[in-house]
């Protein structure tokens, strides 16, 4: 216990030493996963659509995500800063964690089309939609929740991961736990554990709101709909 006011101690008393300010890790920190989370972003999501909108490739991209998250992140990060250079730390860093998010929002894009009931895409249809109506006007809004779902499950392994990007000096929060441990101090180890669990949380919370916005307001009115029917159905067969 005492270990953990320590730790709280650190981290508002604000004396980090010669590793950088508290504030400057964590914007360290929210950079990398912001831009990573992105990058990822902007190359999955389309695929990802793609293969829910057309039915094809889903084998291919599956195999590819799971080759994916078997990649250890700190051993691709070591190899990458090898053959880039010393002077390409940063870009090294950053492909390391686009191919961490990539996965889950490969799969939050796709599994946001395939859970899309047919009926409404085949109604589409019948009214005359283009196929470019159907993505933009029924597919997107429809699987938006489940894209946003899998960004937020990217952002998450992100955020925790990019404490690695410490050990070849690009700082974040990751420095504080790799130095204690070089100085045996608990509290300082504790206390970088500490920011970036509070970090996730607060990540994972923006996301959840995100991911409650995305619903549509159709499919929100729905389900309470249905759920009011299901609740008086056995009140009316017991009357």
């Not at 190359?43 to 659509?49: D, N, V, Y």
């Not at 390409?88 to 859970?115: D, H, M």
Request: aromatic share 8%; hydrophobic share 55%; net charge positive.
């Amino acid at each position: 216990m005492n270990y953990f006011i320590d730790a709280f101690a650190w981290i508002f008393g604000g004396d980090t030493g010669y590793l950088d300010p508290i504030p400057v890790a964590f914007a360290q920190q929210v950079a990398y996963t912001v831009v990573s989370v992105v990058i990822a972003g902007a190359i999955a999501t389309p695929i990802g659509w793609w293969i829910g909108h057309t039915g094809k490739g889903r084998e291919v991209a599956v195999a590819i995500s799971g080759a994916a998250r078997a990649v250890p992140s700190f051993g691709l990060l070591i190899l990458l800063t090898l053959l880039l250079g010393v002077l390409r730390k940063p870009e090294a860093a950053v492909i390391t964690f686009v191919v961490l998010a990539i996965p889950s929002i490969l799969a939050g894009a796709y599994a946001g089309f395939e859970a899309i009931d047919r009926r409404v895409i085949d109604a589409g249809r019948s009214m005359g939609m283009t196929e470019r109506q159907i993505l933009w006007r029924i597919e997107v809004p429809l699987g938006l929740s489940l894209l946003v779902g899998g960004i937020r499950s990217a952002t998450l392994q992100v955020v925790a991961t990019v404490t690695i990007a410490a050990y070849i000096g690009l700082g974040g929060l990751g420095q504080y736990i790799i130095t204690g441990l070089e100085l045996r101090r608990i509290e300082v180890i504790i206390g970088g554990a500490i920011l970036v669990a509070a970090l996730a949380l607060v990540l994972d919370g923006v996301f959840a709101i995100l991911q409650r916005i995305a619903v549509p307001r159709g499919v929100v009115v729905g389900l309470r709909q249905s759920t009011s029917s299901r609740a008086r159905a056995p009140r009316v067969a017991a009357a």
